[in-house]
């Protein structure tokens, strides 16, 4: 399966951004989906995932009331709205695949998009 990450960019404090991970080469409605980051000198850390339908969607206290996940199978894509960014958001955000139940932890995904880096300026 190959994932494309898209949607980061520049922004202010306070400000939104919405990223997009598209998917291609398996049956992409099947599996649990993730968002993760990463900031430099830190390690990858949970920030979203949903499950295969939708209808369940778990998140980081760290942005749980800021962030929105969402997925739309028809597109095979996954989305990641983010509002009331914080200088600490800024990383680099990559989506992922897991092969079952879904997970906080990175190393249990098998699939990774290559990240979309997202820089909050204060």
């Known amino acids: 399966v190959q994932l494309q990450a898209s949607g980061g960019g520049l922004v202010q404090a306070g400000g939104s951004l919405r990223l997009s991970c598209a998917a291609s080469?398996?049956?992409?409605?099947?599996?649990?989906m993730g968002w993760f980051r990463q900031a430099p000198g830190k390690e990858r850390e949970f920030v979203a995932a949903i499950s295969w339908s939708g209808g369940r969607t778990y998140y980081a206290d760290s942005v749980k009331g800021r962030f929105t996940i969402s997925r739309d199978n028809a597109k095979n894509t996954v989305y990641l709205q983010m509002n009331s960014l914080k200088s600490e958001d800024t990383a680099v955000y990559y989506c992922?695949?897991?092969?079952?139940?879904?997970?906080?932890?990175?190393?249990?995904?098998?699939?990774w998009g290559q990240g979309t880096l997202v820089t909050v300026s204060s």
């Open positions: 992922a695949v897991h092969p079952s139940r879904g997970s906080i932890w990175p190393e249990s995904y098998d699939y």
């Open positions: 080469g398996r049956t992409f409605s099947s599996y649990v």
